[in-house]
T-cell receptor, first 114, second 111 residues
Framework: EPEVTQTPSHQVTQMGQEVILRCVPI?????FYWYRQILGQKVEFLVS????????KSEIFDDQFSVERPDGSNFTLKIRSTKLEDSAMYFC????????????FGSGTRLTVV | GQSLEQPSEVTAVEGAIVQINCTYQ??????LSWYQQHDGGAPTFLSY????GLEETGRFSSFLSRSDSYGYLLLQELQMKDSASYFC????????????FGKGTKLSVKP
């Protein structure tokens, strides 16, 4: 079964440092998303990406965040200057075009900002 | 504001039936989804209701009433492996499929 692949599985970074979280969505999927989940809390929407551009972003997705699809397969989330409150599990997800279908989530990257 | 309400915890025994309710209040609504998440794992898509009524997928069924802004997930013949958190999520973004998640219901299945 096709999978969404995320790397790294766990990243520890110092406050103020830049991090890049990487994702390889399922190849025939056209919609891509980043969500995050602070430990023990609900999954929160960050950004959606379609046709090589951001289609929507949440209030969480401020100027410190950016996304890229640099080569047609990878989908990255960059946080320019991490804050303690950015510590969370970050999930990449994708879904195919057409009638609404469920997301396929990656296994996530646990980001710890110290 | 946008909100989804679901119980925080439910406990049931193996073989039983459990219903997890979800009420929502969102600015847009295109459908209600359910996701399962085991501890430390990724959310896994279970079902989607775009229209009123019942959708059945094996031991799991999901129901939607748009007029009542209400839905539920029904799990039958519970198994120990069903112990997980279950999230309802509203698709408010139409074809973009953007989701707002509820806070999740932690289901514990006892022997």
């Amino acid at each position: 079964e096709p999978e969404v692949t995320q790397t790294p599985s766990h990243q520890v970074t110092q406050m103020g440092q830049e991090v890049i979280l990487r994702c390889v969505p399922i190849s025939n999927h056209l919609y891509f998303y980043w969500y995050r989940q602070i430990l023990g809390q609900k999954v929160e929407f960050l950004v959606s990406f379609y046709n090589n551009e951001i289609s929507e972003k949440s209030e969480i997705f401020d100027d410190q965040f950016s996304v890229e699809r640099p080569d047609g397969s990878n989908f990255t989330l960059k946080i320019r200057s991490t804050k303690l409150e950015d510590s969370a599990m970050y999930f990449c997800a994708s879904r195919r075009q057409g009638a609404y279908s469920g997301y396929t989530f990656g296994s996530g990257t646990r980001l710890t900002v110290v | 504001g946008q909100s989804l309400e679901q119980p925080s915890e439910v406990t049931a025994v193996e073989g039983a039936i459990v219903q997890i309710n979800c009420t929502y209040q969102t600015s847009g609504f295109y459908g209600l989804s359910w996701y399962q998440q085991h501890d430390g794992g990724a959310p896994t898509f279970l079902s989607y209701n775009g229209l009123d009524g019942l959708e059945e997928t094996g031991r799991f069924s999901s129901f939607l009433s748009r007029s009542d802004s209400y839905g539920y997930l029904l799990l039958q013949e519970l198994q120990m492996k069903d112990s997980a958190s279950y999230f309802c999520a509203v698709n408010y973004g139409g074809s973009q499929g953007n989701l707002i998640f509820g806070k999740g219901t932690k289901l514990s299945v006892k022997p």
